[in-house]
């Protein structure tokens, strides 16, 4: 059963898929209806379950599940991540590449960088401790509000930091 994702509970369990790319307005329209449609009929054990679904800044696609009213199974959620798995054959980009970092500019516009990118654009500037990164592994609706956006320095990336105030003052 389809919900609106503004009115899922805040302890609702979410994934989020980044694609390697930015949608166009057409195919974030096309993508929106179709994941509507997946989650109007995604199921677990035969029983409905409550989820909804969400496509933020053109480049991030959320799936969510209210498991207070029935729990998503291990089936499921293969059926969700193949149901991704169309979405990337039919518009030719990849939601699951954990190699592709995204970040946001002070103006909310996105870029992305390859992990083995990031060293060069940490030393010349282009990410810096406060550019915005975003958590893809928040796992509930409330910590997709409080926590998904962060400071690159105050997630993993902080390693690249380190090395670089090491190297300033050798």
């Not at 096309?30 to 109007?40: P, Q």
């Not at 516009?109 to 500037?125: A, H, Q, T």
């Not at 796992?139 to 997709?144: L, R």
């Amino acid at each position: 059963m389809h919900v609106p994702f503004n009115n899922m509970p805040a302890e609702s369990r979410v994934w989020i898929y980044q694609a390697d790319r930015q949608l166009s307005e057409e195919e974030v329209s096309e993508i929106r209806a179709v994941a509507e449609n997946f989650t109007a009929q995604w199921s677990a054990h035969s029983r409905d379950l409550m989820a909804s679904c969400d496509l933020i800044k053109n480049r991030f696609l959320i799936l969510a599940v209210n498991e207070q009213a029935h729990n998503a199974s291990g089936c499921s959620i293969d059926a969700s991540v193949r149901f991704v798995q169309t979405l990337e054959q039919k518009y030719q980009l990849s939601f699951l590449d954990r190699h592709i970092i995204c970040f946001e500019e002070t103006d909310g516009s996105l870029f992305s960088l390859s992990r083995k990118d990031i060293p060069e654009s940490v030393e010349n500037g282009r990410v810096t401790e406060n550019t915005l990164t975003f958590d893809n592994l928040v796992s509930s609706i409330a910590d997709f509000n409080s926590k998904w956006k962060k400071k690159a320095g105050e997630t993993w990336l902080k390693k690249y930091f380190s090395n670089l105030h090491k190297s300033v003052l050798n």
